[in-house]
């Protein structure tokens, strides 16, 4: 048996605007309004209002983590449904008892809660009056979001995370059109991550002000870089990719401080962000006390052939490459199958980053709804979810055995969930959503969990 630390997390991740619902969801946000305006961009135009229903089903979703032994369960509270004045901070009543609920009958039940505060959700009004992070001012707003937040509901919550893979808005809204405000502007996209980074520090420093019990960190999807071969352009392209898709945010936020080649890089095309010297003291001073990393696909990267004439996205220094005689998912786009690559992330934070402590935010195995066979008997076969994981599992158990300081497991996802453009394309879930009754039923792949989660090991 492959034994886990003691005490580990073994659970699942989701976010609000993908499992709440808007029933009752006093502001609207950023995925509400594209919806209403461009439906036909959503796979099989599902909307994002009714979804897994969560605000409604919590208590009994509550049991069904319980039923296959989550010790722990991360979601995000959303700033569109706390706050009902993003300018003064009044919340809505109606929010802040539901958010307590939830969170209560999360403890109640042994599981215990990480709470994040922003999953690519940004209030309308906010994107449509201010530019959303284009503008310092959502940072202000932003910290009387997380200020409230804290206050509310920090007494009970340990565990907080200020951003889920917080690139995510600067690729999808600023460089390659899958979020919204669907612009194309590598000064923007600089911006825009500078400005996030700093309302993660900001939020930091408000969550130690209030002197509460728990810690404080940051999601980031982490995903390791490798090359063609050894050739030295190759891995020169690599150590730009990394620096531009890790390290903008790991080294910031781990370390304080971003890396001198990116901004050198950034430097010479004389597109670095606006910055005081404050605001790096500020980053500088709210390194976080965990992280959460989410892995997927690896990333593999050669040098470009020929130079683009313009630097519009980071691809100007590099092309992908597709690795001859690999692995692909064939419910994922063909995404690459490389587990060996989370001993990689492991590796990484123990020996760059100071072995901070960290946890598997998101590991998420894609499966389409007809791969996911239905048996004779009803049951949901899944093993193919399940056999890959064991894979991933096994190259984690190495890296911890080897020292690295990783405190648990979260899967994406607890029942299956929406996905911004692709709704519901792809199912990720312990449990099957019926997207016509809203019925949850439990997958082989759960029944495994199960176990593992009961003997902390597998
Ligand atoms: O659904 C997303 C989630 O919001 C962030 N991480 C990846 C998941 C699956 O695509």
Not at 319 to 335: M, Q, S, T, V
Not at 363 to 372: C, K, P, R, T
Request: charged share 30%.
């Amino acid at each position: 048996m492959k034994k886990f630390p003691e005490n580990f997390f073994w659970g699942a991740a989701a976010s609000g605007p993908q499992t709440e619902g808007i029933t009752n969801k006093i502001n609207k946000s950023i995925w509400d309004i594209w919806f209403e305006k461009e439906p036909e961009r959503f796979y099989n135009q599902i909307s994002p209002y009714v979804v897994c229903d969560t605000y409604n089903k919590f208590k009994e979703d509550i049991k069904l983590m319980k039923e296959i032994n989550f010790n722990s369960f991360r979601t995000s509270i959303q700033w569109s449904r706390l706050i009902k004045d993003f300018y003064t901070g009044e919340v809505d009543p109606d929010a802040v008892r539901f958010y307590n609920e939830y969170i209560d009958e999360l403890i109640k039940n042994g599981i215990e809660p990480i709470i994040n505060l922003y999953h690519f959700d940004m209030p309308a009004n906010l994107q449509e009056e201010l530019g959303g992070w284009e503008n310092k001012k959502t940072i202000e707003l932003f910290v009387i979001f997380a200020k409230k937040a804290f206050e509310l509901f920090g007494d009970r919550v340990k565990y907080w995370t200020t951003f889920n893979e917080p690139i995510v808005p600067v690729e999808g809204g600023y460089l390659y059109n899958f979020h919204y405000p669907c612009k194309k502007d590598m000064r923007l996209a600089v911006q825009v991550a500078y400005n996030i980074i700093l309302a993660h520090a900001k939020a930091v420093q408000e969550y130690r002000r209030q002197k509460l019990d728990g810690k404080i960190g940051v999601i980031l999807n982490l995903t390791p870089t490798y090359t063609r071969d050894e050739r030295p352009e190759d891995k020169k392209a690599a150590h730009i990719a990394d620096l531009f898709f890790n390290r903008s945010f790991l080294d910031p936020m781990v370390k304080g401080e971003f890396p001198q080649d990116l901004i050198e890089i950034l430097k010479e095309h004389n597109m670095l962000p606006e910055t005081t010297e404050e605001e790096k003291s500020i980053i500088l001073n709210s390194k976080v006390d965990y992280l959460g990393v989410n892995y997927y696909v690896p990333r593999r990267v050669k040098a470009v052939e020929k130079t683009p004439k313009e630097f519009t996205e980071p691809e100007y220094y590099f092309e992908y490459h597709i690795k001859e005689n690999g692995r692909f998912n064939p419910y994922r786009d063909g995404n690459e199958i490389h587990p060996v690559a989370l001993y990689d992330i492991a590796k990484n934070i123990q020996e760059n980053y100071n072995n901070i402590p960290w946890y598997i935010g998101e590991i998420g195995i894609a499966m389409s709804l007809d791969s996911e066979k239905t048996l004779p008997d009803g049951r949901i076969d899944d093993s193919f979810r399940t056999n890959l994981l064991i894979e991933h599992l096994d190259e984690l158990h190495k890296a911890i055995q080897e020292g690295a300081n990783c405190f648990g497991v979260h899967q994406w996802t607890f029942i299956d969930n929406w996905s911004w453009l692709n709704s519901f394309k792809r199912r990720y879930g312990f449990y099957r959503l019926d997207l016509e009754t809203g019925e949850r039923k439990i997958k082989e792949h759960a029944k495994w969990f199960k176990e593992v989660a009961k003997n902390n090991g597998y």
